[in-house]
């Protein structure tokens, strides 16, 4: 998957409406993981839910925490922290799970907290600066400058466990 | 348009169904008129749906077909042994040609055209004035239909049979004056009522009609009906297009249109023979005849007309049958009969993820219902009765309702066992054996997908019972068995779970061959001691054949066992008993549904898991059981009839390490369907639950010995071990049967299955 997708191509028709009324704004979630600001884009979010307790899954790789139960439906968590980088995330109840839908799969992120959702103009996306790590980079789109602060667009297609990534 | 083809062939399916249901009975003696009239009817039917879509292959054969049929209806032929067989041939071919039709290939027309010879030489209708062409042109195709137009003046008995079949009335001198006259034209008012006799003969009759959308839908077609009204007597027809909406607001999957028809009979023909023309378009459309003294034929044609305004959804039935017959000695095939059993069967086709999605939600109202019945527990409101009351309601009212969701997924096993019933035919056919099939609980329900992945195993077993078990006939007269052999197979419920068994009355397991074939192929060493029964269950592995040539049917070497792997698939299993020159049986065990499952809870390094009990042999106490060290790290424990490796199921998931000493804990001996082995320690027993199965692909991917995921009464989720997948990931396990050499070919045989 593209990590320079752009906003018309991955348009769901509720996205196109607001498109056409608004040029090229787009709606941004934002949270926070490992003390760092991070986004993605609201059409993959489906709804956010507190930390509940997984079930571990077997011969999984280490940053998918375990399975959850969503209303009957059975979907994998991921440690976005761990999947960045940046660090086991130690759970809290105070932790939250971004319930997102990616190339027709259901899974929840794992993060610290949700923080706001915004909209940006597509052409406020800066690239991604060089200075971050390479593990980090694989999964940032690019950046967003809001309120003095960085927010890193996450390519929701790049965190989804991959079947060759897994321990056969 | 595809909408309709679509629902075409899906009625063909059911058509067929019928059309076999009655051939079974008839090759069981049950001359029931009711029961060649409903396969005339479905042949016939299948052959106006196929002529609405041009399906010329389709409707030349029908045809043909349908002459015989209407020859054993009338009783000009008897229904006897031979001709049983060819009705048997021809309807195979029949939905060959169905298939064919469906995927728009080209049916193999040498096949066809050899029934077709058979099916004409025992019919008595008059030849075809192009004979041999049946199949081709439309043209000829109506040509073919002339004798029966002829038919029509020989006297009220064949005039009745005309009756029931618009269809050969295509008649070319017929046709060509009345081809105008049904077209939606802007008719308008009644013309001028025909010549009427004064002599006290037939009276003139007037019939309102309109068609629903479904007339048109099953492939009818008013000007047919109207052709065979008008070889009936002097015919005059009026559309009534009041009812036409303008062109903008017009739905042209909808009829508007209303005909009235003024006949004036010939002689001989009867209210009942009218009756007839609208037989198989009964429920379809709306029609009123009523009979009209010739002199008032005028007033009471408006009457008429007036009091029936064109209801198309309304079912006709209720006229017809409230007019008693102005005469009588009508053909064994009355219309009311006829009029029950179509109206009998009422279905509605719904998608299947429709189904499985209110499955879905059920399932998660019978969870969640447990959840709050857990919650409420826990705060102590149990105790007070009315909400104990309503609680219990709840559950049983949700019982209730997943039950009844789970049997819409159901249905009966009768398609199936047709299709098994004709590959065993063929089988036969092509093995030179004479043999009959006899199905017993066809009505046995199981879930829509198990019944469709059982035709393949099926299949297989079969055709071995054809080509294996049954005997050559010369050698059944010497055992002094009947020269045909007799296949049973037979459904049944049994303990919530279903049974097929598939029994012949053959020579049974040569086993004394089946020891020598899997000693030269090396599955089993000279010295192994077998009992019988392990002898007979050689014939499930990987590779085994006793055929010394491979024949057409089976004996490719893949049989049994392809049918063992397809059956566990399913969560059943295949078991097999034989008699020396009884017979084999063949038993499949299967889940009711495959969205339930029934298993062991058990918790292991803090998780809760799922054993499925179809797996599960016995549970010990690791305290209680024999348990021996076997070499460094290796533990067995002793069975009665021998030892079995011991597994940590925690560590075989990687949940934990290998625990140094066993303690207080359960061991659950599971075995899989080739007989190995295993014993797995878990923490604890909790109990036993049918659980909801969740796929794991859908969100994830597979994983190594998991088969799936069930959400608990308390909302945690709990994976399913997959048992078969845990036991061949361990190291091999110490068989009684084919330890040491079977493990090669059974691994070729795996990686280059059938070619």
Redesign the interface.
């Known amino acids: 998957m593209s990590s320079t997708m752009t906003e018309p191509q991955i348009a769901t028709p509720e996205h196109t409406a607001t498109e056409r009324a608004g040029d090229d704004l787009s709606e941004i979630v934002t949270f926070a993981v490992g003390k760092q600001g991070f986004c993605i884009e609201i059409e993959h979010v489906l709804e956010i839910r507190g930390w509940t307790?997984?079930?571990?899954?077997?011969?999984?790789p280490d940053y998918v925490v375990g399975?959850?139960?969503l209303?009957?439906?059975?979907?994998?968590v991921i440690d976005l922290s761990l999947r960045l980088g940046l660090g086991k995330t130690e759970t809290t109840p105070r932790h939250v799970i971004i319930i997102t839908h990616v190339q027709d799969?259901?899974?929840g992120l794992l993060v610290e907290a949700v923080s706001d959702i915004l909209s940006v103009r597509d052409c406020e996306m800066k690239p991604t600066p060089d200075v971050a790590s390479p593990q980090t980079r694989a999964f940032i789109r690019g950046v967003y400058s809001v309120a003095e602060s960085l927010v890193r667009a996450i390519d929701v297609h790049q965190v989804v466990?991959k079947?060759d990534g897994?321990?056969? | 348009m595809s909408d309709l083809r679509d629902s075409f062939f899906q009625e063909c399916d059911d058509l067929m169904e019928v059309l076999n249901d009655g051939l079974t009975a008839l090759d069981e003696d049950d001359c029931d008129p009711e029961t060649i009239n409903a396969m005339f009817r479905s042949v016939h039917s299948i052959k106006g749906g196929a002529g609405a879509f041009g399906l010329d292959a389709l409707v030349g054969f029908s045809h043909a077909m349908e002459n015989l049929l209407d020859d054993v209806r009338s009783g000009a032929i008897r229904p006897n042994a031979q001709v049983t067989s060819l009705l048997f041939v021809a309807s195979d071919h029949l939905s060959d040609l169905i298939d064919h039709a469906r995927e728009g290939t080209t049916a193999d027309m040498s096949r066809a055209e050899a029934i077709l010879n058979d099916l004409r030489n025992l019919s008595t209708a008059p030849a075809p004035t192009v004979p041999g062409e049946l199949s081709a042109e439309e043209q000829e195709v109506a040509a073919a239909f002339q004798p029966l137009v002829l038919d029509l003046d020989l006297g009220p008995d064949l005039g009745d049979d005309l009756g029931d079949d618009p269809g050969p009335n295509l008649g070319t001198d017929l046709g060509a004056d009345l081809d105008s006259a049904p077209d939606p034209g802007p008719g308008g008012d009644l013309p001028d009522l025909g010549p009427f006799r004064d002599d006290g003969g037939p009276r003139s009759m007037t019939i309102t009609f309109s068609a629903s959308e479904d007339l048109f839908r099953t492939g009818n077609d008013p000007a047919l009906l109207f052709r065979a009204l008008k070889a009936l007597g002097e015919l005059s027809v009026a559309a009534d297009d009041s009812q036409l909406p303008p062109l903008a607001q017009l739905d042209a999957a909808t009829s508007y249109l209303t005909w009235r028809l003024q006949l004036d009979p010939a002689e001989g023909v009867t209210r009942d023979t009218v009756e007839g023309v609208f037989e198989f378009v009964d429920g379809i459309c709306t029609y009123d005849i009523s009979s009209t003294p010739p002199v008032v034929s005028e007033p009471a044609a408006a009457v008429s007309s007036g009091a029936q305004p064109p209801a198309p959804a309304q079912p006709a039935p209720a006229a017809p049958a409230a007019a008693p017959p102005v005469t009588g000695g009508r053909a064994s095939c009355g219309p009311s009969s006829s009029r029950t059993s179509a109206s009998s069967r009422s279905t509605i086709r719904v998608e299947l993820h429709k189904v499985d999605r209110l499955i879905n939600l059920v399932g998660e109202l019978v969870i969640g219902e447990a959840m709050l019945r857990q919650s409420m527990s826990e705060q102590g409101l149990t105790s007070h009765g009315e909400v104990d009351v309503a609680m219990g309601q709840l559950r049983q009212l949700s019982g209730f309702l997943q039950e009844s969701v789970m049997t819409i997924r159901a249905q009966p096993v009768r398609g199936l066992f047709h299709r098994i019933s004709r590959i065993a035919r063929e089988a036969g056919r092509e093995a030179g054996k004479s043999l009959k099939l006899v199905t017993v609980g066809e009505a046995t329900e199981l879930d829509k997908t198990v019944t469709e992945r059982l035709t393949e195993p099926l299949t297989h077993m079969v055709r071995n019972a054809v080509d294996h078990g049954l005997e050559r006939p010369e050698n059944r007269i010497e055992a002094g068995k009947p020269e045909r052999g007799t296949i049973t197979l037979s459904a049944a419920h049994r303990s919530g779970r279903v049974l097929i068994t598939l029994s012949d009355d053959g020579g049974g397991i040569d086993r004394v061959r089946v020891r020598r074939v899997a000693e030269e192929k090396g599955l089993i060493s000279p010295d192994d001691d077998l009992s019988d029964s392990d002898i007979d269950n050689l014939l499930f592995l990987p590779g085994f054949s006793t055929n010394a040539e491979v024949s057409k049917l089976s004996g490719r070497g893949v049989g049994m066992d392809v049918v063992r792997s397809e059956i566990n698939a399913l969560g059943g299993r295949v078991s097999l008993q034989s008699q020396p020159g009884e017979g084999t049986t063949v038993t499949i065990s299967l889940p009711l549904t495959l969205a339930v499952l029934e298993g062991m809870i058990v918790t292991v390094a803090g998780e809760t898991m799922v054993v499925p009990t179809s797996a599960l042999r016995e549970t010990f106490r690791t305290d209680e059981a024999a348990i021996h060290d076997f070499g460094a790290d290796a533990r067995v424990l002793a069975v009665h009839d021998g030892y079995v490796p011991i597994v940590d199921l925690g560590a075989a998931l990687g949940f934990r390490e290998e625990p140094d000493t066993i303690t207080r804990q359960s061991l659950l001996l599971i075995e899989n369907e080739t007989g190995e082995r295993t014993a797995l320690i878990v923490d604890a027993i909790r109990g036993q639950h049918e659980v909801v199965i969740k796929g794991l692909e859908q969100n994830y991917y597979q994983v190594p010995g998991i088969a799936a995921a069930t959400i608990l009464g308390d909302g945690n989720i709990a994976l399913i071990v997959d048992t078969d997948q845990l036991m061949s990931s361990q190291p091999p396990v110490t068989r009684a049967v084919a330890d040491k050499p079977a493990e090669v070919p059974f691994r070729s045989a795996h990686a280059c299955p059938a070619q």
């Open positions: 307790k997984t079930t571990v899954l077997p011969h999984a399975l959850m139960n209303r009957g439906t059975v979907l994998p799969r259901t899974l466990p079947a897994l321990a056969a």
